[in-house]
Structure formats: C-alpha cells, structure tokens
C-alpha cells in the first residue's frame, strides 16, 4: 500500500491544550496536505507543504516536512472545541500520478470543553 | 461563491442495482476528481477528470465510470452494486492544475451517501 500512516489513530485533549498529530509516508512527493472531516462530511482543505519547504504556518497551524524521514507532523495550537475533527495527511506525489491524492487512515481529534 | 455540489446526499439502494452520482465543480475550476471513503478509513481515490479527460483511475473495478462535461461537472457511474460498495462518495474540483497533474488544494463536496442493502 502506498498510504501514509497517521500517528496517533486518536487524541483526547482539554481545550486550550496544543494538539500534534504525525504522518508517515512512504514515497516521494510533490507536496504534502493536511485536511480536516467533520462527523463523515466532506473534506476542508487546511494547509499545504510543498516539498522543498520545512515548515509552514496558517493562524494556530503549523506544518512541518522532514523529507529525508518521510514525515510531517501538524501542531494544532490552543485548541478549541471546534477542532473536533478527522485530520488527513494527504501526499500528493505530482507528475503522472494526475489527480491521486493519498490519504492516510487519519487521527480522530477530540477536544473537551 | 458556490461551492462543489453533489446530488444527492443520501440513497439506498440494493445489490445488483445501478447509481449515478453527480459533482458540479467550483466555477473555473477544470479539473474533478471522485474518491470513495468507507467508514473509518481515508477516501481512496477513484478518478480524475481534467478538461473533460480521463487523467487518473484508481484501483477500481469496471464496475465504476465516469464522465466529464463540457461544463466541467461529472458523473460517477457504479453498476451492479455489492454491498461493499456502501460507502461516502467524494467529489474534489482542483484550480491549480499543470499539464493535468494537480498541484494544489482540493475543494471537496460534502458527498453522496450511498447505502446498498
């Protein structure tokens, strides 16, 4: 399987406490996306790393690319209870591979008021 | 602005039987892409459409098609439906698109419920 693994597969944590999820990925890139699902809905798009970046910032996101360990984590940032989500890390490898985005299995996020 | 629309939200159906399912892309956005995500896992990818040609195809039986129109928006076909087959069906339209290849954000639509009995 070419699916990246997300690390941990869920996180409980108290509101105003910072959140950091993992992933793994197994081939080489274009780009690496993060992406948030609400309750089996669809997909929003958070922030995307390309491969030549290390670390990229969006208001209480931040990224971070480590190529040569195909890795990247998302540190959530204080926290609120509507970070309640699926967080996917989704790799785009570019090329031919056209419009297949890889998705990991995700981590459930739950954040307590 | 409107965003990626996908009809119909929810449907049952039974084995055997055959659905289409319907994606209207953002405006100006050429390039749409179908993935299928079955509870508790990540979407898989289907299909990729960009400029009204097939670009990508996921591992997928013949079972599922699809097809793009000269406005842009598509269609997934999947005939003779198994139970397996019950899963969120997920739109994507991309703006940022080189040579046919994505390079940017996906904009997802909330999906098609597909429940087959």
């Known amino acids: 399987s070419q699916q990246g693994e997300e690390d941990p597969q869920a996180l409980s944590i108290q509101e105003g406490e910072n959140a950091t999820m993992n992933c793994s990925y197994k081939?080489?890139?274009?780009?690496l996306q993060w992406y948030r699902q609400n309750s089996g809905r669809g997909l929003v798009h958070l922030i995307l790393i390309r491969s030549n970046e290390r670390e990229k910032h969006s208001g209480r996101l931040r990224v971070t690319l480590d190529t040569s360990k195909k890795s990247s984590s998302l540190l959530i940032t204080a926290s609120r209870a509507a970070d309640t989500a699926s967080y996917f890390c989704?790799?785009?490898?570019?090329?031919?591979?056209?419009?297949?985005?890889?998705f990991g299995q995700g981590t459930i996020l739950t954040v307590h008021p | 602005d409107a965003g990626v629309t996908q009809s119909p939200t929810h449907l049952i159906k039974t084995r055997g039987q055959h659905v289409t399912l319907r994606c209207s892309p953002i405006s100006g956005h050429k390039s749409v892409s179908w993935y299928q995500q079955v509870l508790g896992q990540g979407p898989q990818f289907i299909f990729q459409?960009?400029?009204?040609?097939?670009?990508g195809r996921g591992n997928f039986p013949d079972r599922f098609s699809a097809r793009q129109f000269p406005n842009y928006s598509s269609e997934l076909n999947v005939n003779a439906l198994l139970l397996g087959d019950s899963a969120l069906y997920l739109c994507?339209?991309?703006?940022?698109?080189?040579?046919?290849?994505?390079?940017?954000?996906?904009?997802f639509g909330e999906g098609s419920r597909l429940t087959v009995l």
């Open positions: 081939t080489s890139i274009n780009n």
């Open positions: 459409y960009y400029e009204k040609e097939e670009r």
């Open positions: 994507a339209s991309s703006f940022r698109v080189a040579q046919g290849t994505i390079t940017g954000e996906l904009f």
């Open positions: 989704v790799q785009n490898a570019g090329g031919t591979s056209y419009g297949k985005l890889t």
